[in-house]
């Protein structure tokens, strides 16, 4: 008999109560408010049920009350837990983070209040300090006033190296850089997948960190190591190339190149450009430097790749106007492009998405030379030595040579 009162207490479906539809379970009802009066109505006449079979039906009232009666604590809740909201995280994730920590007495509770408070959707990821045992209503205003959320900031730009990023998130966090270089040392198990370190060009490769320490700002955790806030890094990166479908548009479109090559020239034109705007046409200069046959030993000739292992090094860096041939051309490197043919064994920073999705979709071009000519820092580009010669002479005239 009961069965035929369509209680509609049965906890929701997660996959569809987790997201931000507003289609809620008493909207799924027919009109808002029904559900609840038709808990109540429902919750009376099992009691009515359970009267008749008699007083030792009581027994069980509080689990019975439960089923009709969303689990939940009253008030504002007191003490202080830290809680932490990730990043894509869906309602019912987030309550159940609450429910784990004695924020909220069901996942249901806040599950349904986020449902009844439309701005629920504007919760933000990070680390909040909440109090116990509050209400699924208060839960959700607490977690929507950014007072309450613990910030602790950084911002990694475009184009670091990852020993220069260690020293920069030492000094925020004051974690050793020794433990994020110890960290560091195994890519795969900070969450780079095994198939990023893959090469088309038959060069062995060791797996290295760099290239996937993603620049952006991030908000530190309260007792953070050296691997998780590396690991938010990798993870923003994989989350970056996954929805610029970098793997699949690279098997596309760059003919037989690996993704892990692409990286790495993403990383020489993050080095060289100096204009946002040049940072596709420098991504093709390489590949037509290295892929096409055209240049002279496939050697790709970029200073900056010498610098890196200088810095790599612990030695000082110069400018291109000053590195002597000899140190261009020093085999000991294996990070001279000008002694050694193709592209470096590793990326040699950490490139920004406008970066990643120049080598993506580089132009279209022959391109082999290209050239400072401002001080904006926008360079002109050649296809031959003798274009590229006339655009050394403008760069000379406005004072950049």
């Known amino acids: 008999m009961i069965d035929d009162l369509d209680l509609g207490f049965d906890e929701p479906d997660r996959g569809e ?19 609840r009066g038709k808990t109540l109505l429902a919750l009376a006449l099992a009691l009515v049920l359970l009267g008749g079979i008699g007083g030792g039906a009581f027994y069980g009232f509080d689990r019975v009350q439960n089923y009709f009666v969303t689990p939940d604590y009253d008030g504002s809740g007191s003490g202080e837990v830290t809680v932490e909201i990730k990043q894509g995280a869906l309602i019912a994730d987030m309550a159940d983070a609450l429910v784990a920590v004695d924020v909220v007495k069901s996942t249901k509770a806040f599950i349904e209040a986020a449902e009844e408070n439309s701005r629920s959707k504007n919760i933000q990821p990070g680390t909040y300090k909440l109090r116990k045992q509050m209400s699924g209503d208060a839960a959700v205003v607490a977690l929507l006033d950014l007072k309450n959320k613990i910030v602790n900031g950084i911002t990694i730009p475009e184009g670091l190296t990852a020993k220069t990023v260690y020293k920069r998130l030492s000094e925020k966090t004051d974690i050793p850089v020794k433990d994020f270089e110890a960290a560091a040392k195994d890519p795969e198990a900070l969450g780079v997948p095994d198939w990023w370190f893959k090469r088309s060009d038959g060069k062995k490769l060791k797996p290295s960190i760099e290239g996937f320490l993603f620049p952006d700002t991030y908000e530190i955790p309260p007792k953070a190591t050296a691997e998780t806030v590396l690991k938010l890094m990798v993870d923003n990166f994989l989350t970056v190339t996954g929805n610029l479908k970098f793997a699949e548009n690279v098997q596309a479109n760059r003919g037989g190149i690996s993704p892990y090559e692409v990286l790495i020239v993403a990383s020489l034109s993050q080095a060289e450009a100096g204009n946002k705007d040049d940072l596709g046409k420098i991504a093709r200069v390489a590949y037509n430097r290295v892929y096409s046959g055209n240049f002279p030993c496939s050697c790709l000739q970029f200073d900056v790749s010498v610098n890196y292992y200088w810095e790599l090094t612990g030695k000082p860096t110069k400018a291109s106007k000053d590195m002597r041939r000899e140190e261009l051309y020093d085999e000991k490197n294996p990070y001279s492009t000008h002694a050694r043919p193709g592209l470096p064994p590793t990326p040699i920073n950490n490139p920004g998405k406008q970066a990643l999705e120049g080598a993506l979709n580089p132009p279209n071009e022959k391109w082999l030379f290209f050239v400072a000519i401002d001080k904006q820092g926008h360079s002109a580009f050649a296809t031959t030595n003798a274009e590229h010669e006339r655009n050394i002479e403008k760069a000379k005239e406005n004072g950049v040579l």
Do not use: E, I
């Open 17 to 35: 109560k987790g997201r931000h539809r507003r289609g809620a379970v008493r909207r799924r009802q027919g009109k808002s408010g029904g559900g």
